[in-house]
């Protein structure tokens, strides 16, 4: 006797069957799709939160349909096997030059951009290294970066005192727009860029820079071994 094969669901009748799903379920997966950085499957969200894969793959259909809308600013898409939250890639221009103009975006002085490249390219190093390359002292500086999220602390250096290690960290990289310290420029040119904006009397007047691009930050910073280290300017520092 043959047997019937059931019919498999389309994704607009999995949708109709998620509007029957309790709404705690889908507030649920969608808030847990926000606050993922990578792709989350059906099957890994099945298992979180303890529910058939088959609803949970209704409520992802659904997601994925209602806001596909055009009123809709971010998309729920599909993306390498898992279900991600973005924003809309039409919306991606309008959305950089909205960026590009907020009152208060990552600012940092020409002393702590100075500290920052050191302990980017020397990483991991200790403050009394860092003061040795820059020639200058530079407690208050290391502290904003500390109080900003920009360096952490990487342990302690097996010498005398045992010094702390410090190293960058992720929202060093988010802020400079870096997937990995691999982006950062090489030191030639990093040396060079350095000249360059050193060299331009408007930077030495208005050391403030906002933090956009891989190879803006370490533009208005200097070469390695510090031979271009301009003196701290106290009220900079900050």
């Known amino acids: 006797m043959e047997q019937v094969q059931e019919p498999i669901e389309s994704a607009e009748e999995r949708t109709e069957a998620a509007a029957e799903l309790p709404a705690e379920l889908k507030a649920v997966i969608e808030a847990a799709i926000y606050i993922t950085d990578e792709p989350l499957s059906a099957e890994q969200i099945a298992g979180a939160v303890e529910q058939p894969l088959e609803q949970v793959q209704a409520v992802l259909d659904r997601l994925v349909a209602e806001y596909a809308a055009p009123d809709r600013g971010l998309s729920v898409r599909e993306i390498a096997g898992g279900y991600k939250m ?111 904006a050193l060299s331009e009397p408007e930077d030495l007047e208005a050391p403030a820079t906002e933090a956009q691009a891989p190879a803006e930050a370490p533009a208005q910073a200097p070469a390695e071994n510090g031979n271009e280290l301009q003196e701290d300017q106290p009220q900079a520092d900050a």
């Open 86 to 196: 973005a924003t809309k890639p039409e919306h991606h221009e309008s959305i950089r030059k909205f960026v590009k103009k907020l009152q208060a975006p990552l600012k940092l002085s020409l002393a702590a951009l100075e500290t920052l490249a050191v302990v980017a390219y020397k990483q991991p190093i200790t403050a009394p290294e860092i003061m040795e390359i820059r020639g200058v002292q530079g407690a208050g500086v290391l502290k904003t970066l500390l109080d900003r999220k920009l360096v952490a602390a990487a342990g302690r250096k097996d010498v005398l005192g045992k010094p702390i290690l410090y190293k960058t960290t992720r929202e060093f990289l988010i802020q400079f727009g870096l997937s990995s310290l691999a982006e950062l420029p090489t030191l030639k040119e990093f040396e060079e860029l350095g000249r360059l």
